[in-house]
């Protein structure tokens, strides 16, 4: 008797610690004075649907279907990994800092919003400190939320395919790299 007790006792708190271990700990989803950021809430992947107005780009330095390396951190596994050219795009990014809908920290110099992804944003790009609405949905409680304009510049914007150099599934359509964060594919 008292071996099944001591026993079930065993069992019981063996079953609490590993319950203890599986627990979802709450982690930094946002962005560091330099716009690094903890992406785990970020839409890696899309439909591939891109916003009404966007224009493709005529004449891109990377065509559709070639092949470039990104040189840019926005997240893990990024930087250093191959990417395939899924579309180009001539519209104005900004980088934005903005509260997310879902509450928490102000996310700081995120990268990257269109223009096409600015509630009401008129013909002529946005300049710096202007306050807008963002329709974007990059990131968990972006869409709708109320963001400044930190930068702008008028580039071409890929839409690119690329596997994490640090291993995982394929990212497919992911939104957006500027041309300057590709590089020629050698």
């Known amino acids: 008797m008292i071996k099944n007790k001591l026993f079930i006792t065993l069992v019981l708190s063996f079953s609490l610690v590993l319950s203890a271990c599986g627990k979802d700990e709450p982690t930094k989803k946002n962005e560091d004075s330099q716009g690094h950021a903890d992406h785990g809430e970020m ?5 591939g ?3 009404k107005g966007l ?3 005529v004449n891109p330095t990377y065509e559709v279907g070639s ?3 990104i040189q840019a951190d926005h997240m893990k596994g990024m930087n250093g990994a191959e990417a395939t050219i899924v579309g180009a795009y001539d519209t104005t990014v900004y980088t934005v800092s903005y509260t997310p809908t879902t509450g928490g920290k102000k996310v700081k110099n995120h990268k990257w919003v269109i223009h096409e992804e600015i509630k009401d944003a008129g013909d002529k790009p946005l300049t710096s400190g202007t306050e807008v609405i963002l329709e974007a949905d990059h990131m968990k409680g972006m869409k709708g939320a109320k963001a400044t304009i930190d930068s702008a510049e008028q580039t071409t914007v890929y839409m690119v395919d690329y596997t994490p150099t640090t291993g995982g599934e394929r990212v497919k359509n992911h939104k957006w790299v500027t041309e300057s964060e590709l590089s020629k594919h050698k």
Not at 43 to 47: D, F, W
């Open 55 to 57: 224009k493709e780009e």
């Open 67 to 69: 092949k470039a390396f």
């Open 43 to 47: 839409n890696h992947s899309s439909s």
């Open 49 to 51: 649907e891109v916003p």
